[in-house]
């Protein structure tokens, strides 16, 4: 068997250990270390390169970022930032027809731009407005969608780990990426209040009626606010602006999330413990997916499969637009099956040197930047999508009264949103990249 036909094989090898549940870092460690022994022949060169490689990945100062943006996020979520941006979108959009199912999407924005994490924003926004949409006589299928989809605003809106790990993988500017990032996030948002404005018109039982608040009234939850738009502007600004990296921002974050969650309350030696300790977690689950997504793609360049895929596409004079277009579809189809994390560190090593490849009418640092988003896009889908939608997941096992089935046909037109989004982005790349 030639080291091409090996590669090959690797994919459903690498499938089928995902869907027995292997995690994903150990499926892609073992598929790598295995199939660069079958590449190569010997065992040597592989111990050889597992002796460096767990510190030579890991060791990468742009990493570091991650932790702190994932600390920042337990911070925000014990020092009442959640209730306090609930609070404010739902006086100001409670009335409206489907106004509280709009303020827990637009609460989950403001939640992503100190967060970083879909998952993260999906778990506490549905802590904070599941008991409010279920007293105000939301349905179930309605509540439920609307968190999961609004958690996804966690990797779409910067900060996004997501995004980190992409600007590592292709080597490109993380302040840029999270520049060209905040318009599409915003229009991610906003299409998903279209949806549903349109989808409590289309069913008016779905949602209940909110008494519209005096100006009076709203103010205090206005106000209560600031320390997100103050923590917001000063790491996501102070990156733009070049006044500190990514890596300072991030660390100025954690600290001014954990000192207004200390002010707040919301911590304690013990909570204070507990966040470390899930921040440890998480990054320790990162990092290891990291790792062995570098295994298996030192063994794909051993196989030379990326480059003899790349120009056998450019042989076969594909229009680029179409080569874009079926790696877009393959990640929608990847999506239902791995998570986005996942997905990024597996394929972006492998497509990327396909798509710059190509002339797409842009400079290389501009097609990156927006190859980055519609790749983030795409991959925000499949949190949202079955069988393995992992908002969905967290959200269903948080409403335990509300029958799975009935997320999943709630999450129907949030879905399609998405993908006219994605339509949208990829005919006018300007949209991503103007900013930079």
Known sequence: MSSIEIGLWSFPVLITLILLRVPIGAAMLATGMIGTYLVLGRWTPILGQMKALAWNTNANYSLSIIPLFLLMGQFAARGGMSQALFNAAAAFLGHRKGGVAMAAVGASAGFGSICGSSLATAATMAQVALPELKRKGYDGGLSTAALAAGGTLGILIPPSVVLVIYAILAEQNIAKLFLAAFVPGIIAAL??????????????????????????????????????????????????????????????????????ALINGGLDPKSLLACF???????????????GASVFNSFLAFSRLPQVGAEWVTAQGFAPMTVLIIILVLYIIFGCIMDSLSMIVLTIPIFFPIVTAMD????????????GILVLMVAEIGMITPPVGLNLFIISAMARDVP????????????????????????FPIISIFLV
């Open 404 to 427: 799975i089935r009935e997320t999943y046909k709630g999450i129907v037109p949030f879905v399609t949103a998405d993908l006219l989004r994605i339509v949208l982005l990829t005919a």
């Open 360 to 371: 797409f009418g842009m400079s290389p640092e501009h097609f990156a930047i927006w190859f």
């Open 191 to 260: 299409s998903y209040l279209v949806v549903i404005a349109i989808y409590v018109r289309l069913k008016p039982e779905s949602a209940g009626h909110s008494d519209r608040l005096a100006w009076r009234d709203r103010m205090p939850a206005l106000i209560a606010v600031w320390p997100v738009v103050a923590i917001f502007l000063t790491v996501v600004g102070g990156i733009y602006l070049g006044f500190f990296t990514p890596t300072q921002a991030a660390a100025i974050g954690a600290v001014a999330t954990g000192l207004v």
């Open 277 to 291: 300790k899930e921040t440890a977690i998480s990054t320790g689950m990162i990092f290891f997916i990291i790792l």
